[in-house]
């Protein structure tokens, strides 16, 4: 059906007449009595009762200015950045309209919102920003997000926060949420919705929880800022209706915001996954409490092709039809574009685009999308393309909530400068609308209610030129009242044991399981690999799990950090370890780890060093809660992870139950289903993290194999400094860290004194201290070319001097030295061309430039030297392990100095782990 625009009232008549050209002051007043078929199609006359909806219902909504601050020689654009939610923008109003009439009385509800701030200059404007409408499930309140006008002169810490407040129909009163300005002001706080039973989620910038941790890790208290270090973090947080018992529940490292509560009581929201590089915004789902918290959809999802154009898409705000379905509006990547594409995306059993779930029994992943445009029986066809678009363009959309197919569209009609005067693009034909030369109208988003069961549309509100309706709702009661989910019990749900230490659990079924295939298959799989009689511990490709946990980055009043504090790549930021753990013969892992903290694991070998690579999402966890993981994934893989409904069964399908594991110890007798780390957690409790690579057999059965060698590689077994906090894993609690940086724990594994002395006569045999071969002076003080052109003394570089000469030497590309008269030079080699001759010097005129002898001067060049370490991680630092284990270097250093050097390169290699190192 093509679009027209319709008019309800005591009844709806239509009109074949054409539209005449108009001005724009013309076109405001007609739009509220004319009904233009698009392409002049005749409609049939139908009277009807009023819509009872319609009359009783208040309409809602905000309009903006489209300049924020205006100015004669550079005005200031609105922008919407999806990574910047807290942006203000002045110049917002928040209306309520008695009903859906075009000419029903509306009034502006925050016009005296911050009197008390206007001065007494009588042209003084109230330039607020308001956002984020969201209604009660009964329709008699709704909450939005509001911030005060600039402080003129103030800092930008100092400038208003972000609050929510709440509107309430009874007495038409709009109240801040929060009663105390000192907690008001302590954070943003934007996204509000109401539970079922009353609460309200939101997101903030207030931290709460992540800062008291910040305290008991002894770190200073603040606000962090996100992985780009752009703005401060925004998490999912709970607060009651009065503003009280505010919690966190998310602690994502970039933001966490748009929490939407869905039909069933769950929340969906949205999560910018940065974490060593930035993976999107993401679609998640958890409980109200914070449980349960995974990927829903999207990872593999950000390029679309879109009317033949690719795009890149964010999936940003999502809504709920009252059919289930989600409703995203999607939007261009221009942050001064305000038109928007509605989808519709199918959650239930898809976790991408093209990607189902493996429930989901579809198994063709090209020919069906999770993701289409929203389907409406007008022949609309919104996008966010620049180009003329008969259909105009859309900046939002809001479906009533009864089931009705209505929507509240904030619509700008396609509108076209023809010979100055402003026209309908459904007045022009198809090839004058085809004209390159055509002149888009500037936007004027009105508010429009579109029924799409009976094919009317009905302008709402009115807008004028440099203004656009932002959102709108109707404060109607819902025909789909969200369920209740109660929050989890201690000692029912949630662990009370784990409760109390403030701990969780991570429990992996087998890290051999990539995607539902068993990875160990070429060793026979992991049934032979769990039977201790057929695989011994030496030979088990995975030995142990290391966790993570991401260093909050402060603002810079709390501590300006430099690059090149973060060292070679800041891709990482700047990691703690959390600890290790063994992985059991199955591949499984059960481990106690902390609550309310991002984390991220990594599978070892019997050396420390990562296999694969690193995780891209951060884990957290509430306290008493256990995660329940199937596997691995493979960064490019497209399979379902993450989600634990949506992936295929475990290859590790556990124990038979009633008797020892095939051909193991009896001291662990699994039950149905167990695999070896529950087992082993359900007789000698939920294995805690340790500092060190420790391994004791539990497995074999001495009567049938023997017994594996027990390993330790400890920080115990240094000379040198051990990594900051390791001591605490002595008595372990949920904040210990480990914390290694460069000039304090890994310079002085070359600084330091390396003798091989005769045990008989303890003459000294030879000096291996790293820094005497690798230095570019010997012993007399005479220059020398360092050995392997690898320099690692502690003198500050010379090509950047917040570093150490040997890091700069280790992880960034350098030039061949060598002696020549006692003096350390860069070598000099002829350039060849590619069919091995030599260049020569020209002059401009492209002669042979000659030297005296009248011999042609080759062109030299030096010769690059490849750092031989890199921060993608020990195994790929492989030219500096092997060179470790060569006859010149074999047992230099010990295997607890090789495991730290492992695991400082794994995390990223950065210089600094921490943003408080002492500063001179």
């Known amino acids: 059906m093509k679009p027209f625009f319709g008019l309800k009232g005591l009844g709806r008549k239509t009109f074949d007449n054409k539209v005449l050209g108009y001005k724009a002051s013309i076109y405001q007043a007609l739009m509220a009595f004319l009904l233009v078929s698009g392409c ?24 903006r200015d489209l300049i924020t601050q205006p100015s ?11 990574r910047n939610p807290s942006q203000f923008n002045p110049g917002a109003q928040l209306f309520v309209k008695r009903n859906a009439f075009t000419d029903s009385p509306v009034t502006n509800i925050t016009a005296e919102l911050f009197a008390d701030l206007i001065t007494e200059d009588p042209d003084t404007i109230q330039r607020i920003d308001i956002r984020d409408l969201s209604v009660s499930d009964d329709g008699q309140q709704f909450l939005v997000s509001i911030r005060a006008p600039e402080i003129a002169d103030a800092d930008e810490d100092e400038q208003p926060s972000w609050n929510i407040w709440r509107y309430q129909l009874s007495d038409q009163s709009l109240t801040r949420l929060i009663d105390s300005d000192t907690t008001a002001e302590q954070g943003d706080d934007l996204m509000a919705s109401f539970l079922p039973d009353g609460r309200i989620i939101f997101a903030s910038t207030r931290q709460r929880l992540s800062r008291a941790i910040l305290l008991d890790e002894g770190k200073p208290q603040y606000t962090a800022l996100d992985e780009s270090r752009d703005n401060e973090t925004f998490n999912i947080h709970l607060m009651n209706d009065d503003g009280s018992g505010i919690e966190q529940l998310t602690f994502n490292l970039s933001h966490d915001f748009y929490p939407l509560v869905l039909q069933d009581g769950q929340i969906l929201y949205s999560r910018w996954d940065d974490m060593g590089g930035d993976h999107g915004i993401n679609l998640y789902k958890m409980n109200p409490d914070g449980t349960e918290n995974e990927l829903m959809f999207g990872w593999h999802s950000h390029q679309m092709t879109l009317d033949e154009q690719d795009e890149q898409i964010e999936f940003v705000k999502p809504q709920q039809l009252p059919n289930g379905n989600i409703l995203m509006l999607l939007s261009s990547q221009d942050e001064m574009s305000y038109q928007k594409r509605p989808v519709t995306i199918n959650i ?14 579809k198994t063709d992943n090209t020919t069906n999308n999770a993701i289409s445009d929203l389907p409406l029986s007008f022949d609309f066809k919104f996008n966010f393309a620049d180009a003329l678009s008969p259909s105009g363009r859309l900046t939002h959309l809001y479906p009533l909530p009864d089931n009705s197919q209505r929507y509240l569209l904030s619509w700008d009609l396609c509108r076209v400068v023809v010979e100055e005067q402003i026209r309908a693009c459904g007045q022009l034909t198809d090839e004058q609308l085809l004209d390159q030369t055509l002149t888009l109208a500037d936007p004027l988003y009105e508010l429009w209610l579109l029924n799409d069961a009976d094919g009317t549309q009905q302008l709402v509100a009115n807008s004028e030129e440099g203004k656009v309706i932002t959102e709108a709702l109707v404060m109607q009661p819902s025909s789909q009242p969200k369920a209740f989910i109660a929050d989890q019990v201690v000692g029912n749900e949630l662990d009370p044991q784990l409760h109390q230490e403030l701990a969780a659990a991570i429990h992996i079924r087998s890290v051999y399981d990539f995607d539902g295939q068993d990875s160990s298959s070429n060793q026979g799989g992991i049934s032979r690999l769990s039977d201790p009689s057929l695989t011994p511990a030496s030979e088990l490709p995975a030995r142990f799990l290391k966790v993570v946990r991401g260093v909050p980055m402060p603002p810079d009043e709390v501590r300006d950090i430099a690059n090149t504090d973060f060292g070679r790549s800041r891709n990482q930021l700047m990691r703690e370890v959390i600890g290790y753990t063994p992985i059991q013969p199955d591949g499984s892992v059960k481990i106690k780890v902390p609550a309310n903290v991002p984390l ?30 199937m596997g691995c994934h493979t960064a490019n893989s497209q399979l379902p992870h993450g989600r634990y409904d949506a992936q295929a069964d475990s290859i ?58 027990s390993m330790n590689l400890s920080y115990e077994n240094l000379t040198t400094p051990a990594p900051n906090g390791s001591e605490c894993f002595n008595n ?31 003459e000294v045999l030879a000096n291996n201290t790293c820094t005497v071969c690798h230095s570019n002076v010997d012993d007399n003080n005479l220059a020398q070319v360092p050995a392997g052109q690898l320099e690692l003394i502690a003198a500050p570089s010379i090509d950047q001097i917040a570093h150490l000469t040997s890091y700069r030497e280790l992880f960034f590309n350098d030039v061949e030295q060598e002696e020549v008269d006692g003096i350390v030079i860069d070598k000099l080699v002829e350039v060849l061309d590619a069919d091995g001759n030599v260049v020569y010097q020209l002059d401009a005129d492209g002669e042979l430039i000659l030297d005296a002898e ?17 921060t993608n ?36 290699a950065q210089y600094y782990n921490t943003p408080f190192y002492a500063q001179d």
């Open 40 to 63: 002049n199609t005749d409609t049939a006359l139908k009277d009807e009762q009023p819509d009872p909806v319609l009359v009783e219902y208040p309409v809602v909504y905000i309009q």
């Open 600 to 629: 991220a694991i990594s599978v070892l070998d019997s050396n420390g060093q990562r296999i694969g690579g690193r995780h891209s999402q951060w884990i957290s966890l509430q306290a008493g809660e256990t995660l329940q993981c």
């Open 348 to 361: 239930d059993e898809y976790i991408d685009n093209q990607q189902a779930t493996a429930v989901s029994g």
């Open 854 to 870: 009248g011999n042609p001067i080759p062109v030299l060049t030096t010769v690059n030297v490849p750092a031989i370490i890199s």
């Open 72 to 82: 004669d020689d550079n005005p200031e654009s609105a922008s919407f950045q999806s």
């Open 873 to 908: 991680g020990a195994r790929a630092s492989s030219r500096f392990f092997n060179t470790m284990n060569d006859e010149t270097h074999q047992n230099m250093l010990t295997a607890d100095e090789l495991k730290l050097l492992s695991e400082w390169i794994d995390i990223g």
């Open 652 to 709: 590790n399908t556990g124990a038979i139950g009633g008797s020892a594991y095939p051909n193991a110890s009896s001291n662990i007798i699994p039950i149905q289903g167990q695999t070896m780390a529950q087992a082993d957690a359900m007789v000698n409790g939920i294995a805690e993290l340790s500092a060190s690579l420790r391994y004791d057999d539990i497995w074999t059965n001495p009567a049938i194999s023997a017994p594996n060698p």
């Open 732 to 762: 372990w609690t949920p904040y210990c860290r480990i914390q290694i940086n460069y000039e304090e724990h890994i310079q002085p594994l070359w600084d330091l004194p390396r003798l091989a002395i005769d045990e008989d006569t303890l």
